[in-house]
C-alpha cells in the first residue's frame, strides 16, 4: 500500500468552472474533497472567458416561455456535431446540463441569467433556437470572498477605464453609436462603474463572477484550495488511479484519493511542442487568449497511465489579432459589425466574417496555402467603421494609439493600393474584392459567402443598417488593416471520457478512479461549437456527472429555485 502525505476522497485538479463544480457537488454528498491548483490564481481559463453557459432545456428558458427539450437539442446536436463524439456522451449532456444550472442555483452561491437573445451558433438549423439556449452568472461584488479575491484570476484584457459589463450589454454597447439601447446601456454602465468606484464595491462580470460565486461556494463548504501545486503524475495501483504526486512549497508530496481523481486542468494551448506534434501549422502558443497556465500536463499524466486521447488536432479557435505590449484580442462583435471584410494573401475573401469564430479559423487552415497564404488574414475597415465601432478595446471614433501604427499592429492608408501594399497583399485583388464586396452590401445580399443571412450573424449587426445589417460599403478613406491569427480560448482535445465522465483506456474499458472534464478531456461538441457556451457548459456539466458518480448518485437534491 502507498503511504501518503494527504489522503482525500476526491482530488480535483484544477480550479475552472467544471473542476470547481465538481469539488462542489462531491463535498455536498458528503465526501472529503481537496482542490490543487498549478498557476498563483485560481480560475482557470474560465476566470477570463466571458463566462457563458450553452444549457439546452433550461429552467429560465421555460420561466420564459420559450420551447425547447432534450428532443430538440438532441436534434440540433444530430446536424451540427453529428457523429463526431458518441451519442451516449451527447445525451449525458443534454439530460444533465439543465440539471446542473438547478442544482447549482438552489444549492451554491451561484444565481444565473439568460443572454436574451444571443442565437445558437446555427439557430436555421433544425432544432437550432435563434432566442439561444446561452446563460451566464448573475454579477457578484467581489468583497464578499475577502482575501480570496486577490487570488481570483484577473482578466488578461482589460475593459477601457475600468467597465465591468455582462455579455448581453456587450452586444448593446458593440451599437452605442447607432441605437437607443446602445446609448442606454453605456449610461447604465459608466453610472455603475463610477457608484463601483466611489463606494468601493469589487462589481464582477463575466466570467469571474461564476468563478467568484463558484468559489464562495466552496469556502462556505470549507473546501480546501491549495495554489501553486502542480500535478506531477497520477499514481496507479492494481490497475487503479490512486491518488497523484504534486509539488507543494518547493518539493514533493503524495495524495491520496480514496474514491477517484478528477482532472479539470484546461488544456495543452500553451504548450507549444504539443501544439506542433498535434496541431496544423502555422501553429503559435502566443495567438492563444487561453489561461496562460494551461500547459497540458493534466493532458500528458493522463496520457502516461494509457488514457485515450482525441481531438488533439482542434481548438475553441477564433481570429485573433495581436496588439504589441497587450493581451491577445479575440474578435467576436467586430466581425459582424457592417463596412468590414477579412482577406488572403491575394486580398479576397475566403469565408462569411460573421459566422461562428470557430468557423472562420477553420477556413483559414482549409484554404491556407504556400501559393495563398491565408494565415495571417487581415481585417480590412475603412473611416466609417472606426467612426461608428469598437474594435477591440478602441472605442467608435477614439484615436488609434501612436504605439499600434508605429508597430504595425494597425495599418492605415489613404488608398486601398497603398494599404495592400503595406500589407503585403496583392492590391489589385483587395480592389476588385472591395469593389465586388460593396455592390453586395449596396443591394443588401451577399452572393458569395451570405453574410447576414444567419441570425447569429445578425446578433452583432447593426439594426439601423437596412438591408442587410451586416453589410455596408467600404469607401471612406483612410482605410485600415490588422493582422488576424488563428487564436484560440483553449484546446478541444483530451482524454477520451464516457457518459460518467470516466476517462477510458486503449481498450475502450474505464481506467478506474480517473475521470476528467473541460478541456482536459475531448469535447463532447466534437470539431464544432453549438452555441455561446459550449466550452464552459460542459465543462460544468460533466464536473457535475463526475461528482455525481463517484458519490454513488447520492447528492444532495435539487432545492428551491430563486
Known amino acids: 500500500m502507498s503511504t501518503w502525505d494527504y489522503t482525500t476522497d476526491v482530488l480535483v485538479v484544477g480550479s475552472g468552472g467544471g473542476a470547481m463544480t465538481a469539488a462542489l457537488v462531491a463535498k455536498q454528498a458528503g465526501l472529503d474533497v481537496l482542490v490543487i491548483e498549478k498557476a498563483e490564481y485560481y ?15 433550461n429552467y429560465l428558458l421555460q420561466r420564459d416561455g420559450l420551447e425547447d427539450s432534450f428532443e430538440k437539442a438532441r436534434t440540433y446536436l444530430q446536424h451540427t456535431v453529428g457523429n463526431r463524439t458518441p451519442q451516449a456522451l451527447q445525451d449525458a449532456y443534454l439530460e444533465n446540463a439543465p440539471e446542473m444550472v438547478k442544482y447549482l442555483a438552489s444549492n451554491s452561491q451561484v444565481r444565473f441569467r439568460r443572454s436574451v437573445g444571443y442565437p445558437d451558433y446555427y439557430p436555421e438549423r433544425p432544432g437550432g433556437m435563434a432566442d439561444g439556449r446561452a446563460l451566464e452568472a ?15 484570476r484577473p482578466m488578461s484584457m482589460k475593459a477601457p477605464a475600468g467597465l465591468a459589463f455582462s455579455i448581453s450589454e456587450y452586444n448593446k454597447l458593440g451599437m452605442i453609436t447607432s441605437t437607443w439601447a446602445g ?27 461564476l468563478i467568484a460565486r463558484l468559489r464562495l461556494s466552496l469556502k462556505d463548504e470549507n473546501v480546501p484550495l ?24 518547493g518539493r514533493l508530496i503524495r495524495i491520496g484519493a480514496r474514491r477517484g481523481v478528477i482532472l479539470g486542468a484546461g488544456g495543452f494551448e500553451h504548450n507549444q ?5 498535434f496541431q496544423r501549422l502555422p501553429v503559435n502558443h502566443e495567438w492563444s487568449s487561453g489561461c496562460s497556465s494551461n500547459t497540458g500536463d493534466a493532458i500528458q499524466a493522463g496520457m502516461a497511465v494509457g488514457a485515450r486521447v482525441d481531438l488533439m488536432d482542434d481548438a475553441w479557435w477564433g481570429p485573433s489579432s495581436l496588439p504589441p505590449n497587450a493581451a491577445v484580442m479575440f474578435h467576436v462583435g467586430e466581425r459582424s459589425y457592417p463596412g468590414s471584410i477579412m482577406v488572403n494573401a491575394a486580398g479576397k475573401r475566403f469565408t462569411n466574417e460573421s459566422a461562428s469564430y470557430v468557423d472562420v479559423v477553420h477556413a483559414m487552415y482549409e484554404k491556407h496555402s504556400a501559393e495563398v497564404p491565408h494565415i495571417p488574414a487581415y481585417f480590412i475597415m475603412d473611416q466609417r467603421y472606426r467612426s461608428k465601432y469598437i474594435f477591440g478595446t478602441l472605442f467608435p471614433g477614439q484615436a488609434i494609439p501612436k504605439e499600434y501604427l508605429e508597430s504595425g499592429y494597425f495599418k492605415r492608408a489613404d488608398t486601398l493600393e497603398d494599404l495592400a501594399r503595406q500589407c503585403g497583399i496583392t492590391p489589385q485583388g483587395l480592389v476588385e474584392t472591395v469593389a465586388r464586396f460593396n455592390q453586395f452590401a449596396r443591394r443588401g445580399v451577399d452572393e458569395d459567402f451570405h453574410r447576414g443571412e444567419s441570425a447569429y450573424d445578425r446578433y452583432y449587426g447593426d439594426p439601423t443598417v437596412k438591408p442587410n445589417p451586416c453589410l455596408a460599403p467600404i469607401e471612406k478613406p483612410p482605410f485600415y488593416a490588422v493582422a488576424m491569427y488563428p487564436g484560440d480560448l483553449g484546446t478541444k482535445g483530451g482524454l477520451v471520457i464516457d457518459e460518467h465522465a470516466r476517462v477510458l483506456g486503449h481498450d475502450g474499458a474505464p481506467i478506474p478512479g480517473l475521470y476528467a472534464v473541460g478541456n482536459t478531456s475531448a469535447s463532447v461538441m466534437g470539431n464544432t461549437y453549438p452555441g455561446p457556451g459550449s466550452t464552459i457548459g460542459p465543462s460544468m456539466t460533466f464536473g457535475y456527472i463526475a461528482a455525481k458518480h463517484i458519490a454513488g448518485g447520492k447528492i444532495r437534491p435539487i432545492g428551491k429555485l430563486p
Not at 138 to 150: H, I, S, V
Open 43 to 57: 480560475g482557470g481559463s474560465t476566470a477570463i472567458s466571458g463566462g457563458g453557459l450553452w444549457i439546452p432545456n
Open 138 to 152: 448573475a454579477p457578484f461584488d467581489g468583497r464578499k470572498l475577502g482575501e480570496d479575491l486577490a487570488y481570483l
Open 183 to 209: 446609448k442606454q446601456t453605456a449610461l447604465k454602465v459608466g453610472v455603475r462603474t463610477v457608484f463601483n468606484i466611489v463606494t468601493g464595491v469589487k462589481y464582477l462580470t463575466l466570467g469571474q463572477a
Open 226 to 249: 491549495w495554489l501553486n501545486t502542480p500535478l506531477k503524475e497520477l499514481v496507479v495501483e492494481n490497475g487503479a488511479v490512486v491518488g497523484a504526486v504534486a509539488e507543494r512549497e
Open 273 to 277: 511542442a504539443m501544439r506542433e506534434e
